[in-house]
């Protein structure tokens, strides 16, 4: 009886002693987690840990938290520091899109849009909620889903991404009211738009420009010109990027997601 008793006494004062780490452990944030697991990405020295990072990350995503999905979605599809999978990059995506996450929902959308996964009007749903929080490369790639289908609704959601900077949406949109296509022409606003998308480096724009000076002169071009510098001020992406820019891929044909180290700033 002694002997039960004294196991028992050192049962009791050892068992918290052991479980409290795991406890703990088990008790950071999901939010935490993840800033925790960014943080291990960063750097050089010591405190880098890609493997730790990963694991942070994924414990994080596990407990539902959208942004640590989104990054997870990120990894796998392209290959960094796991096993490339599609299949886990999409539903890593799917889940933090149902939770409202915009840049998961153009990751979604931009998958449907390249007949990756899912099909187009599933692409489109994805794309428009991205484009309603203001993600202005949703809001062009949705342009290009529209005007394959409603050519009507293109140049509103080309509007909304070339006021933001992105400069194939400015060059789409230019094209557009140069032709009058889902939209009154408008020769003088084509050339502003135009001309921006140039002078950013989208080549396609320099023959379509040519044709407007011959239709607008030599006084209607430099009163174009003159709109386009005016127009500077509000529509270049280094004006409304705040921080989310500057990646390869980021103005390609179908623009890539931004890196889990700019993603904070697209939100």
């Not at 008793?5 to 918290?16: E, N, R």
């Not at 020769?187 to 396609?204: C, D, I, R, T």
């Not at 607008?216 to 430099?222: D, F, K, Q, R, V």
């Not at 980021?250 to 889990?260: H, S, Y």
Request: glycine share 10%; proline share 6%.
């Amino acid at each position: 009886m002694r002997i039960s008793k004294m196991m028992a006494v050192i049962l009791l004062c050892t068992i918290p002693a052991i479980a409290q780490p795991f406890r703990s452990s088990q008790l950071i944030s999901p939010d935490e987690l993840f800033r925790r697991g960014m943080n291990a990405f960063a750097g050089s020295g010591p405190g880098r840990s890609d493997a730790s990072a990963v694991t942070d990350i994924e414990r994080s995503a596990e407990q539902g938290y959208a942004p640590a999905q989104t990054v997870l979605g990120y990894l796998y599809e392209n290959g960094i520091f796991v096993t490339s999978s599609p299949g886990q990059a999409l539903e890593w995506y799917r889940k933090a899109a149902k939770q409202g996450d915009g840049i998961a929902q153009y990751a979604l959308g931009r998958a449907c849009f390249n007949a990756i996964w899912g099909d187009k009007t599933d692409g489109r749903k994805w794309l428009k909620s991205a484009s309603d929080q203001g993600n202005p490369f949703a809001q062009y790639l949705l342009g290009r889903a529209l005007e394959e289908r409603d050519y009507t609704s293109a140049p509103a959601e080309y509007r909304k991404a070339a006021e933001q900077g992105i400069p194939l949406a400015q060059f789409r949109l230019g094209l557009l009211l140069k032709e009058g296509r889902g939209i009154p022409v408008n020769k003088p606003e084509a050339y502003a738009w135009l001309l921006l998308s140039f002078e950013a480096g989208v080549k396609g724009a320099e023959a379509p420009l040519r044709e407007l000076e011959g239709d607008l002169g030599s006084n209607g071009t430099e009163a174009a010109k003159t709109r386009a510098r005016e127009m500077e001020n509000s529509v270049l992406r280094s004006v409304n990027a705040h921080g989310c820019d500057d990646w390869q891929g980021e103005f390609d044909e179908i623009p890539t997601l931004p890196p889990p180290n700019l993603q904070r700033f697209c939100r």
